[in-house]
């Protein structure tokens, strides 16, 4: 009596834009018939949203979680109460992805404290006896391409001692200068993060430099507005001593998912990735490592 | 019984077939097929069924061999697997794509890997840092540490990412490591065929991760070896899987393009980059993404040639430069496999190279060295390999003027001894070879302390071993080369760089060039026995100098020759040295020789080699060793110093007495000998050659007895003796037939050959019936009775024991008749000129002939008696073959007017088909001949016979 429920959609890696069809089959595989009280499919979008502890407080944090946006939903009865033959079944469907007045789709985003997320669930309905079957499938929302063309903004860095933030005594650090520039930091999400970066001098040997990409969240509620960052990854561009004025390329993939073009909205805000680099040194005072904050990225899709 | 009278010569005219002159050149039954299509002959054709390889294939020529043209059908598999069908592609595109791929003159990195993993050693401890998932049971001894301890464990753990926990394996020896790898390297397929493909990745992240780790390193190379290993094994994996998830509905080409691709297939594609892309590490970032380098084929067309430059910028980032560079050698290396058209990348990684190569003499390295207390011509030797394979793809089928560019920069460097070794070594021997000069001068500028100078000496060495310098350069090369050379300390440095350069100088100069440099060889390696450690070098010295010197009086007056063949001293390899000296003899002499020189010392020289023989010594080593000293042998000959021939086989056989296959070949040397005097003394000896062959007669009589194997004995007794009956040496003759008459009965019932036991049988019958057939000419001995051998044969035959139930001795009777019949002839069937067989002696004497017939007689009784006995143990089909035979015997020899004689002949023929089991085609043409036989006039008597015959059909 083992019937399995799955959800195929149509394309191979998920990717809908707001405007489209979302099409695929819901299969049914048992060996005998299947007897059932319906099948439903259900559509949905959601914005999550939580409040992150160090803003806001613990208990505030826990109670006072930010009710979830609803973007889309969206749900249709695939089949009426009877009976599935044995074997295999598909059944085919269509969702349009069409917007309710003025909500758009927002694209999807896997945060800490923001999530947007679209789901595709299908439900099979049973008699008391047996129980229900369910299965769930996210599916992929890029928002439509932006119209306006998009101008490489080149910003040249330089790291010293001097320019490092949070540093206490500033007069131990060993000398060093590091130059380098950033491609754009108005980034296309699907190209990579480019540029150069040049160790010019250093006193004491490098031992590693790292690319931090950071994402700021921010989150709207009762008491106000909660603005977290936190790290999204961290790629190290240079292992070890490297040679001195010659140029180490700084690339970086932004990863699916967890990164999405900047977006504000009135309840939240996803944005303002930073990039920061990091340079350890072998003999710093305290073994601790030196970052050196850099510049804000925007995201967007062209 | 009577035997009827025979014409021998006008039966011979009346039955012998038309004579089909056959050549030889053009046709042997076992020669190959060979179809030679002019039309359709590519150039590209390697071992074709045509090509002659038959020089270098045998010992001696062997008419056998030399028939089949050189190639035997196993070689020839061989051959034809190792050139694969080129694709049929039109001409011009074919030579377009040629320029694109590497051809198969690209030394490919398989034959690299050895070299590396068997020359990068090290007896240190090395150890393992993993953080691996899957591994299960936790090191026990953490519960006992201390609580500091624990409490950094358990933080540890927090901080990985990762569902598993570190483990670092401490102290293991090098093949603990290898293990090890080879473990991760198994666990990663295992990983990979249960679907675990995350984890297949963690375990090729972890790999990749050892790479950046240098401690230990002199172990560095051979640990880039085996992790690139399992690289290789994961791109490969990777890349067959999302092919697999294409080939519906049918596979795709090997030239596919990324449109031909499914959209699920270049999910799963995307879904590895990023992956990849979100390695947190540049090491195993880097090196990750290049094993996957062939699957952006299915991606975008350009995707590979996107990639590679990235890639070959991000490995600045990598600060040692030990680390980097083999980085380099790896991008390099699955560049050239999967897009080898792409040059500018390769140059690009060699430039970069340049670029950074100041780092290696940087504080950093210098610091490390010092830790790890290793010295830096040691280090920069870690540098080779890498740098020679980025070199060797670089300068593949590379336009000169790249080449003296990357020349020119490299000499800008400082420290550049490394860099100028790898171009020695990589770039085209022809591109070294014309600049030879100017290399020398680098190689001198070069700082001692670095890069050792004479490894440099090596690599250009080789270079010039296969690429001429001009020709007024060569004299100079090699005095500078060798003064060098000669001023290295260590004996093992000073050999290997040596062996190298005895190539150079055997190629373009005369012996008392290279007599001064094994000279000088001899000078450095006898102190302290240095020679002990240099067998390999030596023997390749030895190797080729042979292959440069095939006239051997020119080789051994060579002063130095045999002294430097006295520095192995080590039994084994003497004899290996031995073998390849005689090898080449055999191959390159062509005429005979008697030069002493040559004689003694390859006298010596097989000595050795026979000396080497013992008791442990295998079958297989003492046939080979006895094949190149019959070789020898063979070779020796002293023209019409006949005496100092058989000398020479005296003292051979002194020398050699441990291999009997010599001492056969000595016998048939010395009967040879005495032939040959008989040829030139037109058959009739004077006084002293009579002596002569004597003295050759006695040479093998006592020779023969010391042979275990007892065939070879007999045989050579039963050749000997006809020797010394055609010498005219009765009374010889007589003792060798005698001999082997008496050692018949020793001869054992199973022998074994090739280590099988079989049956002697055979062997014997074969034998029994060519004694017979020579026993016609040989006179009988005026002192011992008439026919005292045939009698003194078939009486051994009567007592040999002989297999149970074996007819065999009635076959040797049966076969006995005819040489009876034929001695009862007036005139002899054969003579031998100047010796007067029993046919002259007896002169038809009827008391002889009366002998002849009683032993007839006995004879053909013994086999009747037998017949009967067969009768009873109900074998019938035996007993009617063997009368068959008997019949057949007298019809052919027997008179049958002979009425007796006539009536045993027709129970014969109805006795052997009484049962039925004779073969109905051999009776009727049996018949047939008889028919045709009594046509003739004397004959008549046979159609008798022929009523009295009646075939009896087999229904």
Known sequence: MSASLDIRLKRANKVYHEGEVLAGVVAIVSKEAVQHQGITLTMEGIVNLQLSSKSVGVFEAFYNSVKPIQLITSNIE???????????????????????????????????????????????????????????????????????????????????????????????????????????????????????????????????????????????????????????????????????????????VFPRLFTCPTLETINFKVGEFTCNKYKSNSATVCGLPMADRCDSLFLCRV | MHSRARRYESELQSCGLEVAPVEFSDYHPLKSITVTDSKSRRGARKGSTSSSSSSSSSVAPDPLSSMLDGTDPLSMFAAASASESPPTLSQSRKRREKEDEVGVDFEPWSSKRGEILARFTTTEKLSINLFMGSEKGKAPSLASSAVSEKVRTRLEELDDLEEGSQRELLNLSQQDYVNRIEELNQS???????????KALKIVIQCSKLLSDTAVIQFYPSKFVLITDILDTFGRLVYERIWSMCSDPRPLPDSFTADEVNDTAKETCLNWFFKIASIRELIPRLYVEVALLKCNRFLTKCGIQETVPRLTAMIRGIGDPLVAVYARAYLCRIGMEVAPHLKDSLNKNFFDLLGTFRQIHGDSVQNQLVLQRVEIPVYLTLYSPAIHWILQCVSYRAPEALLTEMMERCKKLGNNALLLNSVMWAFRAEFIATRA???????????????????????????????????????????????????????????????????????????????????????????????????????????????????????????????????????????????????????????????????????????????????????????????????????????????????????????????????????????????????????????????????????????????????????LYLLSGQVALANQCLSQADAFLKAAVSVLPEVPRSISIEGKLRSSEGFLLDFINNFLSALLVVPDHPEAGVLFLVRGLLNMVQDYTWEDNSDAKVHVYISALPLLAAMSQESYLYSIPKVDSNETLYGGDPKFLAEINKLCETLIGQVLDHLKTLGRDESIHRQGSLAFSLFGCLLAHGDLRNNKLNQLAVNLWNLSHKQGYCNTRTSVRTLEFIKHQAQQPDMVHLSDVLHRLTLQSRT
């Open chain 1, 78 to 252: 695939v089949v009426k109460q009877g009976k599935v033959p044995g074997g295999k079944t598909e059944i085919p469907f269509e969702f349009p992805l069409h917007t309710k007045g003025n909500k758009v789709l927002y694209e999807t985003y896997h945060g800490v404290f923001v999530n947007i997320q679209y789901t595709l669930r299908c439900d099979m309905k049973r008699s008391l006896l047996a129980k229900d079957l369910s299965k769930t499938c996210e599916f992929m929302v890029h928002c439509l391409p932006q119209k306006a063309k998009l101008q490489p903004t080149p910003v040249d860095f330089t790291i010293t001692p001097e320019t490092l933030q949070n540093v206490r005594e500033r007069s131990l650090l060993p000398k060093f200068l590091i130059r380098g520039h950033l491609d754009a930091t108005n980034c296309v999400i699907t190209k990579p993060l480019t540029g150069e970066l040049v160790v010019e001098s250093s006193d004491v040997a490098i031992k590693s430099i790292e690319l931090q990409l950071v994402r700021v969240e921010t989150c709207g509620c009762a008491e106000g507005y909660a603005r977290d960052a936190t790290e999204i990854q961290n790629i190290q561009i240079a292992e070890g001593d490297v040679c001195h004025s010659l140029p180490i390329p700084i690339y970086m």
């Open chain 2, 188 to 198: 990663l397929k295992e990983a990979w065929a249960s679907d675990q493909k995350v």
């Open chain 2, 437 to 715: 000069t100017d290399f020398i001068g680098m190689i001198k500028d070069c700082d001692e302390a670095g890069f050792p100078q004479h490894l440099l000496f090596g690599s250009l060495g080789r270079s010039l071993a296969c690429a001429d310098p001009p020709e007024a350069e060569r004299l100079p090369i090699l005095n500078e080369a060798w003064k060098v050379i000669t001023k290295v300390r260590s004996p093992q440095d000073y050999i290997n760089c040596a062996e190298i350069w005895v190539e150079f100088t055997c190629r373009h100069f005369t012996k008392r060039e290279v007599n001064t440099v094994l000279s000088d060889i001899i000078k450095h390696m006898t102190p302290d026995r240095a020679f002990e450690d240099a067998y390999p070098q030596l023997q390749s010295v030895i190797r080729k100098i042979l292959t440069y010197f095939h006239d051997f009086s020119v080789l051994f007056s060579m002063e130095r020759f045999l002294p430097f063949m006295d520095m192995f001293q080590k039994d084994s390899v003497r004899v290996g040295v031995c073998l390849s000296i005689m090898d080449v003899f055999i191959k390159h002499q062509q005429e005979p020789t008697r030069d002493p020189v040559i004689l003694n010392a390859l006298l010596h020289v097989c000595k050795t080699m026979h000396d080497s023989v013992n008791a442990l010594t295998l079958e297989d080593e003492k046939r080979s060793l006895a094949l190149l000293i019959n070789g020898f042998i063979r070779m020796v000959s002293f023209g019409r110093d006949f005496e100092q021939q058989l000398s020479f086989c005296v003292e051979a056989r002194a020398t050699f007495c441990n291999l009997e296959p010599v001492l056969v070949q000595l016998i048939h040397t010395v009967n040879q000998l005495a032939m040959e005097t008989r040829r030139v003394m037109r058959g009739s000896h004077s006084r002293k050659t009579a002596a002569f062959v004597r003295a050759c007669a006695a040479y093998s009589f006592i020779t023969i007895p010391s042979l275990t194997s007892i065939f070879s004995r007999l045989n």
